[in-house]
């Protein structure tokens, strides 16, 4: 849907050029970011995906956030008629959009915490309100690793999953 991609290109757009002026006066950083997982979820299978984060400085030890990416949810689900098993298969992909906080808990060990929306990428999908609860640590300057749990709601069901986040700052 060209509305919704026109809609990710700006928050992205808006994103970029927030923390590009906010980097004059402190330290923002960036990240890119890949993540692999599994659903928790009924019938939940992989989960993977990507992100591009920015890391503003809000005072010593506390960073707002600001990401988008694309996360895949795979499923898979079977069933049994007249003696022939039948199995389903698929996947539902979202581009979710999160601000949030990060915060150290010491050196290099960290809490995360985001809330946002995710746009479905299917034709005709509705979004669902996203959060993403992390906790992290620095492996170097460059590198930091993350366990974080993944939650997408809408209308009372919740498709959810945890995944391993290995991000490259810059």
């Given amino acids: ?11 992205v757009a ?5 923390a590009a002026s906010v980097n004059a006066q ?4 960036f990240s890119l970011a890949g993540n692999i997982g599994y659903g928790t979820y009924t019938y939940g299978k992989l989960v993977a995906g990507g992100d591009i984060q920015a890391d503003i400085p809000a005072t010593t030890g506390l960073k707002i956030t600001a ?6 949810f795979g499923y898979s689900t079977s069933y049994v008629s007249n003696g022939v098993t039948y199995i389903t298969k698929g996947h539902s992909s979202y581009i979710p959009l999160l601000a949030g906080v990060k915060f150290n808990l010491s050196t290099n060990l960290y809490g995360h915490a985001q809330l946002g929306y995710s746009l479905s990428t299917a034709s005709g999908g509705t979004g669902a309100f996203t959060y993403a609860p992390s906790i992290g640590y ?5 590198f930091d690793i993350s366990a974080k749990y993944f939650g997408l709601s809408r209308n009372g069901a919740t498709v959810s999953g945890i995944v391993a986040r290995l991000a490259y700052n810059f």
Avoid: P, R
Wanted: aromatic letters at 10%; zero cysteines; charged letters at 20%.
């Fill in 67 to 72: 990401s988008a990416g694309y996360e895949s």
């Fill in 1 to 11: 849907n060209q509305s919704k991609m026109k809609k990710v290109l700006l928050f």
């Fill in 138 to 142: 620095m492996l170097s300057k460059n």
């Fill in 14 to 18: 808006v994103i970029f050029v927030s």
């Fill in 26 to 29: 402190g330290k923002t950083t």
